[in-house]
């Protein structure tokens, strides 16, 4: 498995539960050659009035966080 793709699966791992309990998650659909994650909210997250705000504060910033080589994050739900 990939490094980078790995980071970012552990990342995720993190808020996972959180987006569980609502009956959601996310999952990545790409890493682009330029470092875009390509991810897609599934389950109840992808049609909750609240995605938006999950996707920025809690999706990006951890992320960002975790994997700073990812440049742009990108939800293909969008």
Do not use: F, W
């Not at 980078?4 to 552990?10: P, T």
Request: with cysteine; proline share 3%.
């Amino acid at each position: 498995m990939d490094t980078l793709y790995r980071k970012v699966e552990e990342a995720l791992d993190t808020i996972r539960p959180y987006l569980e309990a609502d009956g959601g998650n996310v999952e990545v659909v790409e890493i682009t050659a330029d470092q875009t994650l390509k991810i897609e909210l599934i389950g109840a997250c992808k049609t909750c009035n609240m995605s938006h705000m999950t996707m920025r504060s809690g999706i990006e910033e951890t992320i960002r966080r975790a994997v700073p080589e990812i440049k742009q994050i990108v939800s293909i739900n969008s």
